[in-house]
Nanobody
């Protein structure tokens, strides 16, 4: 079992900055990658940025968003600068983890999602 705890989102003005964080805990054998996705009402969840040995950004966030990880603590951050109103969304943390069983041996690979952090950018 892996749990993801996200920081609160926030309300920022057009052009402002916000940093999201997400910490994974539980029976983690290895961390294969973490990232951020976002979703607005009526739309599918879309990639924002991922880090799994390589870093990938959606075109919408390139040069303005930075993803980083603290592998020792299984934490992923998303620094968002020069935010625009169209970035308003619910931001979800994602983690792909190999987990341990209750016997302390490898169990399985899991995809886990955080509960979502609401980010609102006002114009």
């Amino acid at each position: 079992q892996v749990q993801l705890v996200e920081s609160e989102g926030g309300l920022v003005q057009d052009g402002g900055s916000l940093r999201l964080s997400c910490a994974a805990s539980g029976s983690i054998f290895s961390n294969n990658g973490m990232g951020w996705y976002r979703q607005t009402r009526g739309k599918q969840r879309e990639l924002v940025a991922t880090s799994d040995g390589t870093t990938t950004y959606a075109d919408s966030g390139k040069s303005r968003f930075t993803i980083s990880r603290d592998n020792a603590f299984n934490v992923v951050y998303l620094q968002m600068n020069s935010l625009k109103p169209e970035a308003t969304a619910l931001y979800y943390c994602h983690a792909n983890m190999d987990t341990l069983s209750s016997y302390g041996v490898y169990s399985r690979r899991e995809d886990n999602w955080g509960p979502g952090s609401r980010v609102t950018v006002s114009s």
